[in-house]
């Protein structure tokens, strides 16, 4: 992939705004569409000051700052991706949202095009589904904060072509990631340990068995996680923590996946973590 002339990336949330920070930085030009002018507007304001504070710590210089910015093209339509070689999609982790994407990247790309999922849990091999060109679709699950971490998921789903596959592992290597292959089931292999743990977490404090500064508390000091569970649902965002737990409790019917009572509280009542300003923790804006 290394002649691409430009990626496309659908969806300038969390994912899809640090997607195209580490593909800008790596020289690739990026036409980054969200259909929500003001989602692109504060994509493009949290870029700049990631790289503005990448600057100050001596990680790069001013030039190389500037240059990623100018390799980043915003649009508000998925029109603009005609010409993408490689397009990665970063929208809502809901079935219904991202099968709606793939249909009109299906229509507007060129048969030769790579569509990529940054799916967390759903089935790949039921996304390739919606498109007519299910070898050409593969899941490329990133890692949040996706600047700063190495680990990328590699997701064949069944009709995944050999050619794909090498192709994306290929070209996450460039990207200084390290991708790992595993098989399309719910939740791959991160979310379908991390998730329950995180929901048990959430029980713990729904069942009064200790506050969440405690539960984090322990699985910091007592486990040497770099940052207790809650805290870590906060960052992920807890909307998104209970689409992937409802992914996982429906595709295997299992009630050790069921969602915790107050996990769906907390998303109804619109605490959704640090992107709300309000989650287990209180964070300034």
């Known amino acids: 992939m290394e002649e691409l002339s430009s990626i496309g990336v659908v969806g300038a949330g969390t994912m899809g705004r640090g997607i195209a920070q580490v593909l800008a930085q790596k020289r690739y030009r990026v036409v980054l569409c969200d259909a929500v002018p003001s989602q692109l507007e504060r994509a493009l304001s949290t870029i700049k000051k990631n790289l503005n504070r990448d600057v100050e710590k001596d990680r790069i210089n001013a030039a190389e700052r500037d240059q990623a910015l100018a390799n980043i093209r915003v ?28 249909a009109e990247l299906d229509r507007l790309c060129e048969q030769t095009t790579i569509l ?15 498109t007519k060109r299910p070898d050409r ?32 592992r290929s070209f996450v290597e460039k990207l200084d990631k390290v991708p790992v292959v595993v ?16 929901n048990e977490a959430i029980f713990c404090v729904y069942e009064n068995v200790a506050t969440p500064e405690a539960v984090d508390a322990v699985m910091k000091l007592g486990m040497n996680h770099p940052m207790g569970p809650l805290t870590l ?34 998303v109804a009542a619109g605490h959704l973590g ?12």
């Open 75 to 102: 649009q508000a339509s998925l029109e603009e991706l005609k010409g993408s070689a490689l397009v990665i999609e970063a929208v809502s982790e809901v079935f219904g949202v991202k099968q709606h994407v793939f």
């Open 116 to 130: 990529a999922t940054n799916t967390s849990s759903i089935s790949v091999t039921q996304l390739a589904g919606t």
């Open 137 to 168: 679709l593969i899941g490329m699950h990133f890692m949040n904060p996706v600047p700063v971490m190495k680990l990328v998921e590699i997701i064949r789903g069944l009709q995944t072509s050999e050619e794909t596959f090498l192709a994306t």
């Open 183 to 198: 098989n399309d089931s719910p939740g791959f292999v991160s979310n379908r340990v991390l998730m329950p743990m995180i």
């Open 233 to 266: 649902a906060d960052l992920i965002g807890l909307d998104v923590c209970l689409n992937i737990m409802e992914t996982l409790y429906a595709d295997f019917s299992d009630p050790k996946y069921r969602p915790c009572p107050l996990l769906r509280k907390m």
């Open 274 to 285: 640090r992107k709300s300003g309000q989650g287990f923790y209180r964070y300034s804006p």
